[in-house]
Nanobody
Framework: QVQLIESGGGLVQAGGSLRLSCTASGRTFSSYTMGWFRQAPGKEREFVVWSGISTYYADSVKGRFTISRDTAKNTVSLQMNSLKPEDTAVYYC????????????????WGQGTQVTVSS
């Protein structure tokens, strides 16, 4: 029902910025809440941010990352500023029929993932 295509990953130096984009398609796109998770090698996929009734950020990214959603363009973006080496991970755009999501089990659709690498 929903397809998510991500772009914008890359290699940046610590303190730099990067913007990830996620383009969605599907008849019921507007009825889904959206967010981002990330996963580093050998680690569990972790919550980054979710935008539904309200927007919630993981403490590790609060104040540095900003999510935005343009329903008309079917696009969700993640602006990442003041990047740190610990932000290095594969970032996944996600969608859910739930009002809010904090765990991977609540996600209905995943993007393909985009690599973000932050050098020290």
């Amino acid at each position: 029902q929903v397809q998510l295509i991500e772009s914008g990953g890359g290699l940046v130096q610590a303190g730099g910025s990067l913007r990830l984009s996620c383009t969605a398609s599907g008849r019921t796109f507007s009825s889904y809440t959206m967010g981002w998770f990330r996963q580093a090698p050998g680690k569990e996929r972790e919550f980054v941010v979710w935008s539904g009734i309200s927007t919630y950020y993981a403490d590790s990214v609060k104040g540095r990352f900003t999510i935005s959603r343009d329903t008309a363009k079917n696009t969700v973006s993640l602006q990442m500023n003041s990047l740190k080496p610990e932000d290095t991970a594969v970032y996944y755009c996600a969608a859910s029929s739930r009002k809010i999501v904090a765990a991977t089990t609540s996600v209905d659709y995943w993007g393909q993932g985009t690599q973000v690498t932050v050098s020290s």
